[in-house]
């Protein structure tokens, strides 16, 4: 429950600056309020993302490789950590193909699996471990979420090229932004004694 809390946190820090940056992004790129309003959404999925994975950032980077390269071992045994890596790449499956036409079944899992991948590889640089069941159950996660955008049947709204754009968007702000954002916003919060 901390870590939903911790999660939520982080996204509402975050909206301080991506909900005027998409509306400017709205105003001179978009200019049609639902890709607006979709965009947003999936930037703010990816976020939470990358707080859910301990995603570095520029100021706690941690040279710290830690492995589990054996598939298939612990899946089971770690059955809430595997159910949970799933249930957060579902998102993905399901927003990917509604929100991009050109993006379909083979693409939609190719970059679950590859943003899976690149999120596993950069937690070399912190103290979390790199394991290859997560990134099993996190493509297993984005197919389910492909089929139930399927049962959806709306069609996508722009092409990839926005996609990537939205990708980059979401991890450069993650990474040199985030930071103090939430650094600020815990301390306001720590300082009024909410918690």
């Given at each position: 429950m901390?870590?939903?809390?911790?999660?939520?946190i982080e996204v509402i820090a975050s909206s301080i600056i991506l909900i005027p940056l998409m509306f400017i992004f709205h105003k001179v790129y978009i200019q049609n309020i639902n890709k607006t309003f979709m965009y947003t959404i999936f930037i703010f999925y990816l976020l939470a993302v990358f707080s859910a994975t301990g995603l570095p950032q520029i100021n706690n980077i941690t040279f710290y490789p830690s492995f589990q390269l054996i598939p298939f071992s612990q899946i089971?045994?770690?059955?809430?950590?595997?159910?949970l890596n799933i249930l957060l790449f579902i998102p993905l499956g399901v927003l990917l193909p509604l929100i991009f036409k050109?993006?379909?079944l083979k693409k939609t899992v190719l970059l679950g699996f590859v943003f899976s991948l690149s999120i596993e590889l950069l937690q070399i640089l912190t103290l979390r471990l790199?394991?290859?069941?997560?990134?099993?159950?996190?493509?297993?996660?984005?197919?389910?979420?492909?089929?139930?955008?399927?049962?959806?049947?709306?069609?996508?709204?722009?092409?990839?090229?926005?996609l990537y754009l939205?990708?980059?968007i979401a991890f450069l702000f993650w990474f040199f932004i985030q930071p103090w954002l939430s650094s600020g916003l815990w301390n306001l919060i720590l300082s009024m004694k909410i918690l």
């Open positions: 901390i870590r939903i809390l911790y999660i939520f089971i045994s770690d059955r809430t950590n595997s159910l050109d993006v379909h790199t394991d290859v069941n997560d990134l099993i159950t996190n493509t297993l996660g984005t197919l389910i979420g492909y089929s139930m955008s399927k049962i959806c049947h709306r069609k996508g709204q722009n092409e990839s090229y926005d939205l990708m980059i």
